[in-house]
């Protein structure tokens, strides 16, 4: 009898720690990088370049797909911010154009701007099987002699799993989002167009 209600209770210990495992949250550090070639347009003139978070939170989304606040994902924006300005001023330097943080009247600017990051959870229709659905948002905004073109692009991605995704797996899979996101909005013929008037 004893052992029977041990067993049990030991059941009933790992049980929790199991969901509050798969509960915990996360705080990802992201470092998404642009890999497509980019337009050449410009012939070294300066443009200011800056990038920004449009996100209403920096909690995206939730690993059950519920509102637990232990399961919350969280992607920091003094962390992401920079590396999204790094990779906005490689891109109007590798279109040909001085990139410059300062600005003045009468200079061409290109901003970058995070608009959406979120993640939440499919219907994979599968047993056994769940799903993360992410998604994401660049808006690009080329200003330039009174003339502004902005360029939206997003990216989608699905993953299924049978075991709720780690910190690694998450990292990976929203990189390889926002990589794709820095991509198709380089480019974007356009935005090199503007700024090379």
């Known amino acids: 009898m004893r052992r029977r209600h041990f067993l049990r209770a030991s ?11 798969c509960a915990s949250p996360q705080y990802l550090q992201l470092n998404p990088t642009r890999s497509a070639n ?22 995206i989304g939730t690993r059950t797909g519920g509102n637990m606040s232990t399961a919350q994902i969280t992607v920091s924006s003094h962390e992401l911010i920079p590396r999204l300005q790094a990779e906005a001023e490689r891109a109007a330097s590798d279109m040909g154009f ?5 600005t003045a009247q009468g200079r061409p600017s290109l901003t970058l701007e995070l608009a959406s990051l979120d993640y939440g959870r499919g219907d994979s229709g599968q047993p056994l099987i769940d799903e993360a659905r992410i998604e994401g948002v660049f808006r690009a905004i080329a200003h330039n002699q009174g003339t502004t073109y902005t360029g939206t692009y997003t990216s ?18 929203l990189n390889d989002l926002l990589s794709d996101g820095l991509n ?4 974007d013929p356009e935005l090199g167009r503007l700024l090379a008037r």
């Open 156 to 173: 989608r991605r699905t993953q299924g799993y049978a075991i709720k995704p780690g910190e690694d797996a998450n990292t990976r899979m």
């Open 38 to 59: 980019v337009p050449q347009t410009g012939s070294g003139q300066q443009v200011t370049v800056v990038a920004v978070d449009a996100r209403p939170s920096e909690v």
């Open 184 to 187: 198709r909005a380089f480019s």
């Open 11 to 21: 059941g009933a210990l790992l049980a929790t720690l199991l969901v509050a495992g």
């Open 98 to 102: 001085t990139p410059t943080r300062e």
